[in-house]
């Protein structure tokens, strides 16, 4: 049998140079930025002994200070449980003035999905900052840095969801002339439910992670011990702060996950 | 109603739905053309027209879920006025309405669904959820449910119910808002033809005993003449058929449907 190679289709779609130039300015920036960055395999190498070092000075973990410690890892968890629930009320309200063809008050739809917007353009380390330099040190920084933070991640995903659900027992309430804010109360709230439950477990995992950051510029919690025993050269205590953050993070994502699974997979 | 003005109210109508001159047209494209339509209080009227014909977009225009452009719409002696929306509450208030598919809120409980046919009356926050509403709307809606037949289904979820159920529930919901008007777009297409039966039968009864107006569109010509007193056929938007249903079988129904 001949084989025709002549009718097989190209193996690639044709491109324009353009197309492959910019592939090269891509690579080319990546190759200095590297250099840039300091990223070498030589370096790495050379930090190996110091975090062997590090690491057995880390080692045994110092529980000497575990009680005020556990008080300090309570306080992070207490941030991002009042910062989340807060900022979920805040995002969900916020949310229903976004999402199109719901909200109460179109004109104020663009403004509450600008205001959402700026709330999660901002990294939560500049609000913590922000909030420390305004409001002073401590917790009550730290709980407004989570809730803005909430409000800007959980009020884009509760808009999002709002509009994409199926929207036929809505009209069929309105057809019967029932008010707006009654529908989203008894159509829309218990079809977003799920993806409401789903986001604001996300809501708290990341608020948990960022609230342990925060102690580091002065925004309550765990941070600040972990800063000060660094620096201090504690690393022994720094080893117990780390394993104390471990398991927190762990036991919020495990109950997350339960929470999840008997809520929204049945 | 302090804002109705004297054009808004028909006095002294026997008509429950009255339709003048009624028309609209999609992208250049007229739908329905001067369509003049009377309804009695207590009759029973079925729609009937092929795909196309106009039908749906001539409910959509009676529940003012769409604008028109020409034309003026009674019903219960009340102007359709979609410019106003404290007027358009009050026009959709004694009109109960049945899809196609039931649209029940997935994930409430039967009763919290029932419940919510007595918002437009009634705009209490209690009433969004079955918890939360007082004890006499709670024993009304169970009376409704009892009505269709799904008094002990109170506490379900809608989710697990099947498609003639859901559709009782819808059924039951309407029952909820007291309507002098029900109107029906093809609520049994989506059944099989058993459950279609039971459902149409149903609808009948009830709106029969308590004296509601029904008007529903079908494409089943023996719903169409076993269901109503009086049959409208519409055809390219235009109404060509307006009979008494005993006379259904003696037209020439193909050629009402032949292209």
């Given at each position: 049998?001949?084989?025709?190679?002549?009718?097989?289709?190209?193996?690639?779609?044709?491109?324009?140079?353009?197309?492959?130039?910019?592939?090269?300015?891509?690579?080319?920036?990546?190759?200095?930025?590297?250099?840039?960055?300091?990223?070498?395999?030589?370096?790495?190498?050379?930090?190996?002994?110091?975090?062997?070092?590090?690491?057995?000075?880390?080692?045994?973990?110092?529980?000497?200070?575990?009680?005020?410690?556990?008080?300090?890892?309570?306080?992070?968890?207490?941030?991002?449980?009042?910062?989340?629930?807060?900022?979920?009320?805040?995002?969900?309200?916020?949310?229903?003035?976004?999402?199109?063809?719901?909200?109460?008050?179109?004109?104020?739809?663009?403004?509450?999905?600008?205001?959402?917007?700026?709330?999660?353009?901002?990294?939560?380390?500049?609000?913590?900052?922000?909030?420390?330099?305004?409001?002073?040190?401590?917790?009550?920084?730290?709980?407004?840095?989570?809730?803005?933070?909430?409000?800007?991640?959980?009020?884009?995903?509760?808009?999002?969801?709002?509009?994409?659900?199926?929207?036929?027992?809505?009209?069929?309430?309105?057809?019967?002339?029932?008010?707006?804010?009654?529908?989203?109360?008894?159509?829309?709230?218990?079809?977003?439910?799920?993806?409401?439950?789903?986001?604001?477990?996300?809501?708290?995992?990341?608020?948990?992670?960022?609230?342990?950051?925060?102690?580091?510029?002065?925004?309550?919690?765990?941070?600040?011990?972990?800063?000060?025993?660094?620096?201090?050269?504690?690393?022994d205590q720094a080893s117990t702060i780390l394993i104390l953050i471990f398991i927190l993070v762990i036991i919020v994502e495990q109950l997350?996950?339960?929470?999840?699974?008997?809520?929204?997979?049945? | 109603?302090?804002?109705?003005?004297?054009?808004?109210?028909?006095?002294?109508?026997?008509?429950?739905?009255?339709?003048?001159?009624?028309?609209?047209?999609?992208?250049?494209?007229?739908?329905?053309?001067?369509?003049?339509?009377?309804?009695?209080?207590?009759?029973?009227?079925?729609?009937?027209?092929?795909?196309?014909?106009?039908?749906?977009?001539?409910?959509?225009?009676?529940?003012?879920?769409?604008?028109?452009?020409?034309?003026?719409?009674?019903?219960?002696?009340?102007?359709?006025?979609?410019?106003?929306?404290?007027?358009?509450?009050?026009?959709?208030?004694?009109?109960?309405?049945?899809?196609?598919?039931?649209?029940?809120?997935?994930?409430?409980?039967?009763?919290?669904?029932?419940?919510?046919?007595?918002?437009?009356?009634?705009?209490?926050?209690?009433?969004?959820?079955?918890?939360?509403?007082?004890?006499?709307?709670?024993?009304?809606?169970?009376?409704?449910?009892?009505?269709?037949?799904?008094?002990?289904?109170?506490?379900?979820?809608?989710?697990?119910?099947?498609?003639?159920?859901?559709?009782?529930?819808?059924?039951?919901?309407?029952?909820?808002?007291?309507?002098?008007?029900?109107?029906?777009?093809?609520?049994?297409?989506?059944?099989?033809p058993k459950v279609g039966i039971e459902v149409m039968n149903l609808l009948k009864d009830l709106t029969l005993k308590q004296g509601i107006?029904?008007?529903?569109?079908?494409?089943?010509?023996?719903?169409?003449?076993?269901?109503?007193?009086?049959?409208?056929?519409?055809?390219?938007?235009?109404?060509?058929?307006?009979?008494?249903?005993?006379?259904?079988?003696?037209?020439?129904?193909?050629?009402?449907?032949?292209?």
């Amino acid at each position: 049998m001949k084989n025709n190679y002549r009718d097989l289709p190209p193996r690639w779609d044709k491109t324009n140079n353009l197309v492959y130039f910019s592939y090269l300015l891509v690579l080319l920036f990546f190759i200095w930025s590297s250099k840039q960055v300091g990223l070498s395999p030589l370096e790495l190498l050379k930090g190996v002994p110091y975090m062997i070092r590090l690491l057995s000075e880390m080692l045994p973990p110092n529980f000497s200070r575990i009680f005020p410690l556990l008080k300090s890892i309570l306080e992070t968890l207490q941030i991002a449980f009042v910062g989340t629930f807060v900022g979920i009320l805040g995002g969900f309200s916020l949310a229903i003035f976004a999402a199109k063809e719901l909200s109460p008050i179109p004109k104020l739809y663009k403004i509450s999905r600008g205001l959402i917007a700026f709330f999660r353009t901002i990294p939560d380390l500049i609000w913590a900052i922000f909030f420390v330099a305004t409001i002073g040190l401590g917790t009550s920084a730290g709980t407004l840095t989570i809730i803005v933070d909430t409000i800007g991640f959980s009020g884009r995903f509760f808009a999002e969801a709002m509009e994409e659900i199926e929207k036929k027992p809505q009209k069929a309430l309105e057809a019967i002339g029932i008010s707006k804010i009654a529908i989203i109360f008894c159509a829309v709230l218990p079809e977003v439910l799920p993806s409401f439950i789903n986001t604001s477990l996300f809501s708290l995992e990341k608020a948990v992670r960022s609230s342990v950051v925060l102690g580091l510029v002065g925004a309550g919690g765990i941070g600040i011990e972990l800063k000060v025993a660094m620096e201090m050269f504690n690393y022994d205590q720094a080893s117990t702060i780390l394993i104390l953050i471990f398991i927190l993070v762990i036991i919020v994502e495990q109950l997350s996950v339960n929470i999840r699974n008997k809520y929204i997979n049945n | 109603m302090e804002k109705f003005t004297k054009s808004s109210i028909l006095r002294d109508s026997h008509e429950i739905l009255k339709v003048t001159n009624l028309s609209k047209s999609y992208k250049n494209k007229k739908v329905l053309r001067e369509i003049n339509l009377n309804v009695s209080y207590g009759e029973s009227v079925a729609l009937i027209g092929s795909n196309g014909s106009g039908k749906s977009t001539l409910i959509k225009c009676l529940l003012g879920l769409t604008n028109i452009e020409k034309g003026e719409i009674y019903t219960n002696q009340i102007r359709l006025n979609m410019k106003n929306n404290n007027l358009l509450k009050f026009y959709r208030r004694d009109i109960a309405f049945i899809w196609q598919t039931h649209n029940l809120v997935p994930r409430l409980s039967v009763l919290s669904n029932v419940i919510h046919g007595s918002l437009n009356s009634h705009p209490n926050p209690r009433l969004w959820y079955q918890a939360f509403a007082p004890s006499e709307i709670r024993s009304r809606a169970l009376n409704c449910l009892d009505q269709v037949g799904l008094k002990n289904f109170a506490k379900n979820n809608v989710n697990t119910l099947s498609g003639g159920e859901s559709q009782r529930v819808a059924i039951a919901r309407a029952l909820m808002q007291k309507p002098k008007l029900m109107i029906a777009d093809e609520p049994v297409a989506s059944l099989d033809p058993k459950v279609g039966i039971e459902v149409m039968n149903l609808l009948k009864d009830l709106t029969l005993k308590q004296g509601i107006t029904l008007f529903f569109t079908t494409h089943d010509l023996k719903h169409a003449e076993h269901y109503a007193n009086r049959v409208i056929g519409l055809k390219d938007g235009v109404i060509k058929i307006n009979i008494k249903s005993k006379e259904l079988n003696e037209l020439d129904v193909d050629e009402f449907y032949a292209a």
